[in-house]
């Protein structure tokens, strides 16, 4: 009975090759299997288009059942956060897609405090990050840090609202902001050219930190640093959404029909919404590092610095501290009559026993 040689293993690489060219490979095939994670906040007043672009962005329904309130309802109404979450695969490639949408803002009549909900939102959920990140297990942390938030700005005014200019000053340090001008095809080319200039003006002017795109690396191929060069220019991005197919020059194309023609979403010559989602895309990863980098390690910071104390809304913290501070001065107070009952009580059974007569023999 012959006896059966050990397999001999084989070097698969050629000599002088150690191989550790090979290990972007194994990071790209653990990303995949794992798949990805990204929350997109959209911000802007009702009637601008906001599900309708995110809908045509992802090729997904993902407000199926909403209810739009009438003008009386919004009187009063006040912000509310609609998170809705999508698995979306392509190509073998998964992405958990979170769209944070907040209905109601700037809808009410006093828009003073119409932010702050939306604000205590990005605070929380860097909050539970650092609460998972602190914990004992740290295998399955979900991510749900608002990695990006579309600013829509109406295109029906002369560049930015006070409010708009409020809000984004107020969530700056907290989320990459890229402000995107609604509803584009209300406006002719020139107009559009110069409400664009209009805004990036008053975004100076009031120093609000938008997101920017990083520039190419020099090693990186002329056509990508064009498209980032193109990208960059058309900020603020002019969009139009819509999840219609229409047919156009004999093929169907997701658009707009008018008296006057056809407005295709994806034609790059009439509006900016497929640069849009070529950022988007392109500069995930860029803006899950930021949002990382930047913004949660200042809020970590500032959290580390308070002694890990969690603090709420400035004017509710104030009111909690006047109304703890009256209730120990209370308990003090009482504490203090007590002890006073106490030796006054202790001192009148002394004067009984010293006055107490005696007997002599």
Not at 41 to 56: A, D, Y
Not at 90 to 118: H, S, W
Not at 245 to 261: D, F, M, Q, S, T
Request: charged fraction near 30%.
């Amino acid at each position: 009975m012959s006896k059966q040689q050990p397999t001999q293993f084989i070097n698969p690489e050629t000599p002088g090759y150690v191989g550790f060219a090979n290990l972007p490979n194994q990071v790209h095939r653990k990303s995949v299997k794992k798949g990805f994670e990204f929350t997109l906040m959209v911000v802007g007043e009702s009637g601008l288009g906001k599900s309708t672009l995110i809908n045509s962005l992802f090729l997904t329904d993902l407000y199926p059942e909403r209810v739009i309130p009438g003008a009386a309802e919004k009187i009063e109404r006040t912000v509310q956060i609609e998170a809705s979450t999508v698995e979306i695969e392509e190509r073998g490639v998964k992405l958990r897609l979170t769209v944070v949408d907040t209905p109601g803002y700037g809808d009410a009549i006093n828009c003073r405090d119409c932010f702050k909900t939306i604000i205590s939102y990005v605070d929380e959920q860097f909050e539970r990050y650092l609460h998972d990140e602190s914990g004992l297990n740290r295998r399955h942390i979900v991510d749900n840090r608002v990695h990006c938030c579309f600013y829509f700005v109406s295109p029906f005014g002369h560049g930015l609202k006070p409010l708009d200019v409020a809000f984004m000053k107020a969530i700056h340090n907290k989320v990459n902001i890229v402000p995107v001008i609604a509803k584009a095809d209300t406006l002719t080319l020139k107009e559009r050219e110069r409400l664009k200039k209009r805004i990036l003006d008053e975004i100076e002017e009031h120093n609000i930190k938008i997101y920017h795109l990083p520039d190419a690396e020099s090693d990186e191929d002329e056509d990508f640093k064009e498209q980032t060069r193109l990208l960059k220019a058309s900020i603020p991005f002019s969009v139009v959404g819509s999840n219609q197919l229409i047919e156009a020059k004999g093929k169907k194309v997701r658009g707009r029909l008018y008296p006057w023609g056809v407005v295709e979403v994806e034609n790059p010559e009439h509006n900016d919404f497929l640069k849009l989602r070529t950022m988007l895309i392109t500069h995930m990863q860029d803006l899950q590092e930021v949002t990382q980098d930047l913004h949660y390690e200042n809020f970590r910071s500032e959290r580390l610095k308070r002694g890990g104390r969690k603090v709420e809304n400035e004017d509710m913290n104030k009111d909690q501290i006047l109304l703890e501070k009256e209730a120990e001065l209370r308990r003090m107070q009482e504490m203090i009559a007590r002890m006073q009952a106490q030796m006054q009580l202790q001192m009148q059974g002394g004067d009984g026993d010293s006055g107490a007569p005696g007997h002599h023999v």
